[in-house]
């Protein structure tokens, strides 16, 4: 199972950024997959979720209105399309996948993470 991040950079704040996180190894089709964050000396976060069956979706009150989870079935890739940014949204950003129903917010509710990807916004 693999699950591979990437889009991070460097971003002024305001800016935007798209994330993608491409899975394989495993059939997900029932899975919940979800974006977290980890900013220097931070616990990780919830950040998103997304249902692959149905495609119902789960914010984190900090990015709600700004960040839009989502998900092409034809290519095995969630995405996260940030807008807004703010310096506080500066962290390493990881995808992460459960074999179940239910969106969860705790990082240790979730079998497989992908390797992280850094994003940056400048003040």
């Known amino acids: 199972v693999q699950l591979q991040a990437s889009g991070g950079g460097l971003v002024q704040a305001g800016g935007s950024l798209r994330l993608s996180c491409a899975a394989s190894g495993r059939t997900f089709s029932s899975d919940v997959m979800a974006w977290f964050r980890q900013a220097p000396g931070k616990e990780r976060e919830f950040v998103a979720g997304i249902m692959w069956s149905g495609g119902s979706t789960f914010y984190a009150d900090s990015v709600k209105g700004r960040f839009t989870i989502s998900r092409d079935n034809a290519k095995n890739t969630v995405y996260l399309q940030m807008t807004s940014l703010k310096p506080e949204d500066t962290a390493v950003y990881y995808c992460?996948?459960?074999?179940?129903?239910?969106?969860?917010?705790?990082?240790?509710?979730?079998?497989?993470w992908g390797q992280g990807t850094l994003v940056t916004v400048s003040s």
């Open positions: 992460a996948a459960r074999p179940d129903r239910w969106i969860k917010i705790s990082p240790s509710q979730y079998d497989y």
